[in-house]
Nanobody, 123 residues
Framework: VQLQASGGGLVQVGGSLRLSCAAS????????MGWFRQAPGKEREFVAA????????YYADSVKGRFTLSRDNAETTPYLQMNSLKPEDTAIYYC?????????????????WGQGTLVTVSS
């Protein structure tokens, strides 16, 4: 099973990007998803998470009000909409899937991890 995050790129301060995560090797349904990021020289940190139904979401304080993780229903792939991007958002962003459908801030919730996509915000 492989997960591949996509949608990253170079954007100016205040710009927007939308990240998504595709799975190969199996079909996921009713899963939870989390996004984490790792900036150069820093540890990987939690960004956002959504449960299997989309009814529960969590966000890091640093992205609240700017990032939105959502899904249309339990069968669709969630996407991370990132608005009002700041230079400190520059990082490799990783998606992760929770087969239980429960998602949270801890890496322990997640069973599979994606390869990551680079987001660079220029000032």
């Amino acid at each position: 099973v492989q997960l591949q995050a996509s949608g990253g790129g170079l954007v100016q301060v205040g710009g927007s990007l939308r990240l998504s995560c595709a799975a190969s090797g199996r079909t996921f349904s009713s899963y939870g998803m989390g996004w984490f990021r790792q900036a150069p020289g820093k540890e990987r940190e939690f960004v956002a998470a959504i449960n299997w139904s989309g009814g529960t979401t969590y966000y890091a304080d640093s992205v609240k009000g700017r990032f939105t993780l959502s899904r249309d229903n339990a069968e669709t792939t969630p996407y991370l909409q990132m608005n009002s991007l700041k230079p400190e958002d520059t990082a490799i962003y990783y998606c992760a899937v929770s087969l239980t459908g429960v998602a949270g801030v801890s890496r322990e919730f997640y069973d599979y991890w994606g390869q990551g996509t680079l987001v660079t915000v220029s000032s």
